[in-house]
């Protein structure tokens, strides 16, 4: 039996601190989140290992490593109200619960939707509200967003999306081809927008209007 608290601990010291992630809040809520609730049942005892694992719809839950870099370039204080595109498992919807005021989340497959908000609500996250639809137009109804956080590749920045961003708040999106992207923080500032390259990653694809078509 595998104790997954243990597991987490040494997530966060061998994956996360030893790389150079250093927020306490972020790093509290990584040791906090039971990532083997949001994955199968057959993958559990592989939840915390450096990789991304296959969810259903041909989708991925994150690497632990690229959730707590992505969470961190956002820079919580606790009241954010942040957006979140591509809910997949719910887990990071879970990281972000622990560190922002609310959390609206949109994910395209039904399916995920309704297991990621039935796993958030066994967990007793209340602050996460989901919906299904084309993340990449953003979630207008609700805008302006403290924080919005893209977490499936797109070819260029979604427009909606820096359009919903509230000043002083920070997008977080992976921008490039099919086979690799970078990490792109947007930032709207009083004197205008501004943009800074995180780092390498490879997502699975933002399907949608202001991302690949299908
Ligand atoms: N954040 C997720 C988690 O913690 O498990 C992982 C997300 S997975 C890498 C990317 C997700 O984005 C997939 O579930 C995919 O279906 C979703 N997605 C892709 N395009 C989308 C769109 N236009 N709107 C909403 N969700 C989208």
């Known amino acids: 039996m595998i104790n997954f608290k243990k597991a987490r601990e040494r997530m966060v010291e061998t994956q996360l601190i030893a790389r150079g992630i250093s927020d306490p809040k972020v790093l509290e809520a990584m040791r906090k989140v039971p990532r083997h609730l949001f994955v199968d049942e057959a993958l ?15 989708q991925t839950i994150s690497q632990p490593y690229v959730v707590a870099l992505m969470t961190e370039s956002l820079k919580f204080t606790g009241q954010e109200k942040v957006l979140e595109i591509g809910t997949g498992s719910g887990y990071q919807a879970a990281v972000l619960a622990e560190l922002a005021g609310r959390v609206f989340s949109i994910e395209r497959h039904p399916g995920l939707a309704l297991r ?87 997502f699975v694809d933002l399907v949608g209007k202001w991302g690949w078509k299908e």
Do not use: C
């Open 116 to 202: 990621a908000n039935q796993v958030l609500r066994d967990l007793g996250y209340r602050n996460v509200i989901i919906r299904v639809g084309d993340g990449s137009m953003g979630w207008p109804d609700d805008a302006p967003f403290d924080a919005v956080m893209v977490t499936a590749g797109t070819p260029e920045v979604p427009q909606p999306l820096v359009d919903q961003l509230a000043v002083g708040g920070r997008l977080i999106v992976p921008v490039g081809d099919r086979l690799g992207q970078d990490l792109v923080l947007v930032q709207r500032r009083p004197e205008g927008i501004t943009k800074t390259n995180m780092g390498g990653v490879r």
């Open 44 to 58: 559990q005892d592989q939840a915390y290992n450096d990789h991304p694992l296959p969810i259903s719809d041909k």
